[in-house]
């Protein structure tokens, strides 16, 4: 009697067990997922305020540049 209900016990315990290593697994991914989304919007967000003085800086960069590659003739 006494060992069928540890064994019945035992049973009940692994399947909680295995719903809880489930649930963990689930919250995980939820926090990755959040990780994720948070890194995109810094991302995003960078790109967004630096973006225009970024673009700037290159045509500025390239304005400055832009006779460099051209050969000159001499008289």
């Excluded at 995109?40 to 967000?45: E, Q, Y």
Aim: some cysteine.
């Amino acid at each position: 009697m006494i060992t069928m209900v540890f064994s019945q016990v035992q049973a009940v315990d692994s399947t909680v067990a295995h719903r809880l290593s489930r649930t963990e697994r689930g919250a995980s991914m939820v926090e990755y997922a959040l990780l994720l989304a948070l890194i995109a919007v810094v991302c995003i967000a960078a790109v967004t305020l630096l973006g225009q003085e970024a673009s700037s800086k290159f045509t500025d960069v390239s304005d400055s540049v832009g006779g460099a590659g051209t050969p000159t003739s001499t008289p």
